[in-house]
Structures are given as structure tokens and as C-alpha cells.
């Protein structure tokens, strides 16, 4: 295809057999595009395998994301796929169903249309599942009105009314947080905790209110949100909700590779699943390597992108030591043929 960013120079990866590949990124996000990008300018062989559905898709614009603020979701990746095709890297629509380790030591990646790949490596980069309390009209908001992090929406709702679903212990916290960016702020307790007395001076002195009884529904007007009902039937106007979902790490395909999600507590409450890696992504399995939400449940896109790269340099790096192994190798095996056809007088004697 044509190369739609004149300033880079692609660099073919040297040529494989086809349908095999250095490494296979699974996974077209942020993450995965950057481990692929760092990938395909090394001149790796790599192909991305993306369902095509994003996390962030509901949302307006990414935030928090250095000269990239407010791009929506879709024109991020299409531009993180098309600097990975200028560089030569392969990009394949579809799921994958599972991956395993042949006997020879590589993996055969399977798709959910039966299609199969080779892969010396492995990046999985499937991001994570953001499980939502079983309110009505809670999911038909996600990503809109119903946000999650302040850092991520809080500039979009400030000076609004926004409510604070209370779901768990941090549901103070939350509030707190979220009166950074409007000083209307309401927590409805709903299924969290009765706070303490401490707490209840530090929402009256940053004049949050507090409502208990649990949430029945939210109440939209229009596809916007207007209000949060309760459960005897009482309205409160709000014009943002913000929650706390449980977040599931996507990790069926590393399952089938002996990997097991882990839970990730804050403060000894369990906030979701992970899977576990070393600061560059390297999993307990030999050859794989994760990135993103998949491995960290509080990235943000900007924080995905970054594991990407230094997990698709650590990838390099491992490819790197096990060419040089193999090129030792033949030197080496180069030689002893070489003595052995010369005889005696070359490994005993001056010519």
C-alpha cells in the first residue's frame, strides 16, 4: 500500500515463509500497534491480528494523550495501523481463538475462521472487559455520560453535576477526586459502604452531599443523561455518572499457554484480573510478552502505547540473542567442517 506519511522510509523485513512471522501481535489497540511499530522499524516480520473492537470506541475523543488530544478512538488506530503497513508490518481483521506452543518451540496461532499462523513470538495486547454494575441505563451511557476517569473525562463534565455511583470502599475517594473538577458533586452510597465519621467531615467540608438508599436506574432524555433514580422512586438531576467498574482481563487466548489471570487489589480491595509480567511485558512463559490493560487494569492509552514499545523492544532484543546463538552456531559448526576437510595439518601444524 501506499505509504501515507512521506517522512517514513519502510524497510522490508527479510523475507518468510508464508504465514509465518517473527513475531504475531494479538491485539490492534494502542498497545499493540506501538509493540508492532517498534517491531516492523526493526525490521522484524510482524503481523497484528485485530477483532476491531476497542475498548474506547463509545468515546468522543482520547485524552490525557500527548498532541493527540481529543482524536477519536477510530482515527488513532487507523493511523497506528497505517504507520505500521508503511514499515512493512502486516495488519489481518479477525479474532484469534487460541495460540499454542509446537513442539519445535514456535507458536501456531489459530483464528476463529480456522486460519492458522506461525509465530517465534508472541505480544498479546487484548485489553481488558469493564464489567458494569446491573443498573438500567448505566451501559447505555458508558463512555459518554458514564464515565470512569476523571483524568481521562473529568475536563469534559467540569463545573457539571456529576454523581458518584458508590459501589465499594473507594467510593469516598472517588468523590473526593471528582470535586476536582466541579463543585457539584453528589455520592450515592448505593451498594458501598456507610462512611465513617472522618469521612463524612471530609464530603461536608468540600461540599459533597450524600445520598443513601440504592440506585434503581438512570433516567436519559434524548440519548443525555438527565438524572439518577432511586430506588423509592426520588430523582436526583445529574448530567454525568461516574463508576467504578470491575476490570476483566481478556486472557483466554493466554490461558491456552499455561498463563492465569491474577487478581490486582488497591488498598487490599480487588479492583479486577491481570496477567503477570515483568516492567517490559515478558510473561512466566518463555516467548510471550503482554501489554496494555491486559497487564495493567489502571493504563491509560497514552501509558498502553508506552508498554508497547518497551515491550516490543524487549521482544527485539530476545529475537537479537537468539540470531546471534544461531549465527555462533553455524560459524562455529563452519569451522569443524572446514578443519575436518584440511586434516591434521591444519589444527597441528603451519602450512
Not at 89 to 109: H, L, N
Not at 205 to 227: F, N, P, S, Y
Not at 287 to 315: D, F, K, M, T, Y
Amino acid at each position: 500500500m501506499t505509504n501515507p506519511y512521506p517522512q517514513i522510509h519502510p524497510h522490508a523485513a527479510p523475507a518468510r515463509p508464508e504465514g509465518r512471522y517473527e513475531v504475531v501481535v494479538v491485539g490492534g489497540g494502542a498497545a499493540g500497534l506501538a509493540g508492532a511499530s517498534t517491531l516492523a522499524r526493526a525490521r522484524r516480520s510482524v503481523l497484528v491480528i485485530d477483532a476491531g473492537h476497542p475498548r474506547n470506541a463509545p468515546a468522543a475523543g482520547v485524552h490525557t494523550y500527548l498532541a493527540r488530544e481529543g482524536t477519536p478512538p477510530a482515527d488513532l488506530l487507523a493511523a497506528g495501523r497505517a504507520e505500521v503497513a508503511g514499515y512493512g508490518g502486516g495488519i489481518r481483521p479477525g479474532t484469534v481463538a487460541s495460540a499454542e506452543r509446537r513442539p519445535e518451540g514456535d507458536f501456531r496461532v489459530t483464528l476463529a475462521d480456522g486460519a492458522a499462523v506461525l509465530a517465534d513470538r508472541l505480544l498479546v495486547t487484548t485489553g481488558l472487559t469493564d464489567d458494569l454494575p446491573a443498573v438500567p441505563g448505566l451501559a447505555d451511557g458508558w463512555g459518554r455520560d458514564v464515565l470512569h476517569c476523571p483524568y481521562c473525562h473529568g475536563w469534559e463534565v467540569r463545573d457539571r453535576a456529576v454523581g458518584i455511583l458508590g459501589t465499594g470502599p473507594f467510593a469516598v475517594h472517588q468523590a473526593l477526586l471528582w470535586r476536582q473538577w466541579s463543585d457539584r458533586i453528589t455520592l450515592f452510597l448505593h451498594t458501598a459502604p456507610e462512611p465513617d465519621a472522618e469521612a463524612y467531615e471530609q464530603l461536608a467540608a468540600r461540599g459533597i452531599a450524600v445520598v443513601g438508599g440504592e440506585v434503581a436506574r438512570l433516567v436519559a432524555d434524548g440519548g443525555r443523561l438527565t438524572g439518577v433514580e432511586l430506588a423509592g422512586g426520588r430523582r436526583i438531576p445529574c448530567d454525568a455518572v461516574a463508576v467504578a467498574p470491575r476490570f476483566t482481563a481478556n486472557s483466554g487466548v493466554l490461558e491456552g499457554l499455561g498463563l492465569e489471570a491474577e487478581e490486582q487489589e488497591m488498598g487490599g480491595h480487588v479492583m479486577g484480573t491481570r496477567i503477570p509480567a515483568d516492567p517490559v511485558g515478558a510473561t512466566a512463559v518463555p516467548g510471550v510478552w503482554v501489554a496494555g490493560n491486559v497487564a495493567s487494569l489502571a493504563e491509560q492509552v497514552i501509558g498502553a502505547a508506552a508498554a508497547g514499545v518497551r515491550a516490543g523492544a524487549a521482544i527485539n532484543a530476545d529475537l537479537v540473542a537468539a540470531d546471534t546463538r544461531r549465527a555462533v552456531a553455524a560459524a562455529r559448526t563452519a569451522r569443524t567442517g572446514a578443519g575436518a576437510l584440511d586434516g591434521p595439518a591444519t589444527a597441528h601444524s603451519p602450512r
